[in-house]
């Protein structure tokens, strides 16, 4: 449970706000995710770093602008949202490899845009 | 696109029962199966995965099989407890094995 953490864990933000999710991963991966989960959709990956570089961006809207600084630590900056925002977003690490690639959750920040 | 269907949404079994979630996926690629288990206010927790160099793989009260060759693999839960009692899912690697593809996700409620 503490190997990723993420803060905040709820998050209440208007349209016109700016902010910024932090994820920080204490397993020593090279590898971030960044996941949105909504009601009755499955999880969908938005964008992947490796070795701090962005190496996907699943056609998210510009208005999440992802941001990792180095291998333990990655934002998501968030600005002028919108309703259908509102879900939990989760930060994941693994370590690469090849034939599979274990990746770890955190507990995920509660977001609302109202 | 790739896609992960996941069987059945919601899954209601008597303490002590089996379960069995069923999963079926697209891309003929896929290599590696991992499942998860989210538990209410908490991110999933991976609680077992597969590889394509096996059919079958055993936790304690946990297994998961898999068949390449009809692209679907399964959960089984076996003496089933109330703390089973999360939304489970599943997942197949896609290109290269990075990025992955969840399903949809079942409820499982163990009744006591």
């Known amino acids: 449970e503490t190997g990723v953490t993420q803060t905040p864990r709820h998050l209440v933000m208007g349209m016109t706000n700016k902010k910024s999710l932090k994820c920080e991963q204490h397993l020593g991966h090279n590898a971030m995710y960044w996941y949105k989960q909504s009601a009755k959709k499955p999880l969908e990956l938005m964008f992947v770093?490796?070795?701090?570089?962005?190496?996907e961006n699943n056609s998210v809207p510009s208005r999440f602008s992802p941001e990792c600084p180095n291998s333990s630590h990655l934002f998501l900056h968030l600005h002028t949202l919108q309703p259908e925002d509102s879900a939990l977003y989760l930060c994941?690490?693994?370590?690469?490899?090849?034939?599979?690639?274990?990746?770890?959750f955190g507990p995920g920040t509660r977001l609302t845009v109202t | 696109g790739e896609n992960v269907e996941q069987h059945p949404s919601t899954l209601s079994v008597q303490e002590g029962d089996s379960a069995v979630i069923k999963c079926t996926y697209s891309?003929?690629?896929?290599?590696?199966f991992p499942w998860y288990k989210q538990e209410l206010g908490k991110g999933p927790q991976l609680i077992i995965d597969?590889?394509?160099?096996?059919g079958e793989k055993k936790d304690q009260r946990i297994a998961v099989t898999l068949n390449k060759t009809a692209k679907h693999f399964s959960l089984h839960i076996t003496e089933t407890q109330p703390e089973d009692s999360a939304v489970y899912f599943c997942?197949?690697?896609?290109?290269?094995?990075?990025?992955?593809?969840f399903g949809q996700g079942t409820r499982l409620t163990i009744n006591p």
């Open positions: 770093y490796n070795f701090k570089e962005q190496t």
């Open positions: 997942a197949a690697s896609i290109r290269g094995a990075q990025k992955l593809v």
């Open positions: 597969i590889r394509s160099n096996v």
């Open positions: 891309d003929s690629a896929s290599n590696y």
């Open positions: 994941a690490s693994s370590q690469a490899r090849t034939g599979g690639y274990e990746q770890y």
